[in-house]
């Protein structure tokens, strides 16, 4: 960080009883917090006092709605009634839900009602503006804005960290402004403990305060200290897609969960947290940072891995991660597919409990009904139709039999119920035949889904024809089916892939292809690449070149994870050019524990010492290893003293020393690191990918990290010895 740094601080009372500036701002926060308090009370009561009117004006209306439907006039009448009572509801609705959401504005400041303050010369000369920025926005009886949001336009200035002349963009304009002073506070509630005022290029005072606090089991937000070279992600235009290359512990997955927290906000009342997807590496990944956004006041968008996004779309019991594919497969898909045209043998016979509810043969002949249409989406989609309405023609026609009728009869008085709510007891040939199609319907459901996903064609038999290849690997599955039927999701409008290093280029190109119409950004890490089979940037920019138009890219060079000790361990397993750009923010702490053991006794004495002495650590100590099976030797050495195994789809603990395989802890981190065994057989010095296995093994420490090795360390680490 830069050297010309002027911050003050007031963190001692004496000090700040002096101190005219820390007076004020403590008087302005005793202010605010009132007004929040008070905004807050009201909001209460005037939505408890709406609520029983709303109860009690649709108890009064309600008995005022007519009901006659005897003649046309009359029925007229009544639906007039319920339109004005079903408009007045609505209209409570949405007063109650706008004040709800000023109330949840108001309760979420009253926690920490603001975190900095931009003083703004608007014009030359003009008298300065203070603004106050916090978690949310609020306005005063009088609309006067009280604290306004993190990511309004106007508190870009707070972020782009440079007093003086700069400006920000709202509503397309630029607006200049002079920018005076930059001020962070470190405050709760309605204590303020102290103050920062930054000059020029920060010293980020609250940024130094806010890292050297323990982690803890769950990520947190960074809203308030968000450094430039971060936010220029989180506010990046919407463009189709945007690649980060950031360093281990440079904020990649904090930049994420901002930008998602941004563009709901943006989008306010228009973006539908199921319009956004996050692909997460793992379940414990996903628990990890399941809170950030709801402690933001914004919900969760669709987190799910790449291996649950592909199951749900594959056959049932094919496996999502099977084998490798190649990109050039996926393309001669592109190219065989335009000049597809389907077979008879194509189509497979809709099938459910014995029934044959549509034959093969008769799609075919749909098919064939549509001449003019090139075999591909469109043309599958006008089939598509057409067979639920077959089907629903099939079911009517079964349901009028008497076969179906008896089966009726034979359902259990429970049944009937469930399916009826009543008995079974028709009084007229339709209302049995309404029954049975109930009936019907539920029982081949299956056959709707069916439909719906097109099981009907057989897709093995087109690929192996257009391809010539017998079991197409799943991801060829999958991109085939895109290709032939327009399977995806058009309405997604973000795709957030983090640790994008992990996927192979074809997963990627599936998913590139599945959201067809979404925005992607993806952060990565190419060092943290830790199979040999995933794509390299070049890949990923290939795929997103070809299948989204472009695509652009930003960089993060500086370490908030790690001391500066620990970052320069990693960081000296990268090229020499990559290293120099890398910085860290951190205080100096402790130096790396390199222990190279010569004997078994010695290892076994040495490692046991470090897992004792973890135990009595502050915080969480991972130990960390590449695979299971590592692992399950380290438990048959350690017996009894084995530190708890981290599983997929656990929680981490908040302390203690737990064990777990590198592929979990990836996205991590933990205050404590200890490498079990940093010796040349797990990580030989010739391969690329044991060396991103320690970098990124070694990245996952914030505080300290223990190396040991039985026997001699890998050559790798010679430059730390
Ligand atoms: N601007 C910031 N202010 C405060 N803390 C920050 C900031 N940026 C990052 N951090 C902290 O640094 C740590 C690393 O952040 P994060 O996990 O987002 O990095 P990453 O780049 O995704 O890491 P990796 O790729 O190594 O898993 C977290 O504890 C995060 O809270």
Known sequence: ??????????????????????????????????????????????????????????DDMQEEVKHNFASDGEAQETYVDYAVLNNLIRDYNLEQDAD???????????????????????????????????????????????????RSPVAEVYYNQENGATSYVANGRTINVNLLTRRQFDLERDQLHAYFDSDVAIEDSLLLQSLSAQRSEHMKAITATIQK????????????????????????????????????????GDLDPRQVFLISPNPVFAKYIENVLPDLGERNPETIT???????????????????????????????????????????????????????????????????????????????????????????QMA?????????????????VRLFNAPFDPQTEQEARDCALTYLQERFSGAVLAIERDEWLRLDRIGMRLLGVENLPASAWLYLNMAVTGMGNPDARYVMIDEVQDYTPDQLAVMARFFRRAHFMLLGDPHQAIRPETASYEQIRAVFRRLRGSIEECQLLTSYRSTPEITALFAGLLPENERMSISAVQRADTPPALIACPTQDDYERELRAAIVSARENDGLTAVVVPWKHELKKLARLLGDDMPRIIDEGQRLPASGVLALTLPLAKGLEFDHVIVPDAGPGLFPADDHVAQNRLYTTISRATRTITLLANGSFTPLLDFAN
């Open 1 to 58: 960080m830069a050297d010309n740094t002027q911050a003050q601080t007031n963190e001692t009372a004496a000090e700040a009883a002096n101190d005219p500036v820390f007076q004020q701002e403590q008087a302005h926060l005793l202010d605010t917090y009132a007004k929040l308090k008070a905004m807050a009370k009201t909001l209460a009561e005037k939505m408890e006092r709406r609520r029983w009117q709303a109860a009690q004006d649709k």
């Open 100 to 150: 709800s959401e000023r109330l949840a504005a108001a309760a979420k400041l009253l926690e920490q009602p603001y975190f900095a303050k931009i003083s703004l010369e608007m014009r030359p000369g003009a008298p300065a503006k203070d603004i106050y920025i916090g978690l949310a926005g609020v306005a005063d009886d009088n609309y006067r804005r009280m604290v306004v949001d993190w």
């Open 229 to 268: 070279e971060q936010n220029l992600i989180i506010r990046h235009k919407d463009v189709p897609a945007l690649l980060v290359a950031g360093i281990a512990g440079s904020g990649k997955t904090s930049v994420l969960l901002q930008r998602i927290a941004y563009l709901f906000y943006r989008n306010r």
């Open 306 to 396: 790449y291996r649950e996004f592909a199951a749900r779309l594959l056959p049932a019991g094919r496996n999502p991660k099977a084998e490798a594919c190649p990109l050039e497969l996926l393309w001669r898909i592109d190219d065989a597919v335009e000049h597809l045209t389907f077979e008879p043998n194509d189509f497979r016979d809709i099938t459910f409990y014995g029934t044959r509810l549509v034959a093969g043969a008769a799609i075919m002949q749909l098919m064939q009904k549509y001449p003019n249409v090139p075999a591909g989406p469109h043309l599958v989609t006008l089939v598509r139709e057409e067979l639920f309405r077959r089907l629903d023609a099939r079911l009517k």
């Open 400 to 416: 009028a039999t008497e076969a179906v009728q008896d089966e009726l009869l034979c359902l259990s008085l429970d049944e009937q």
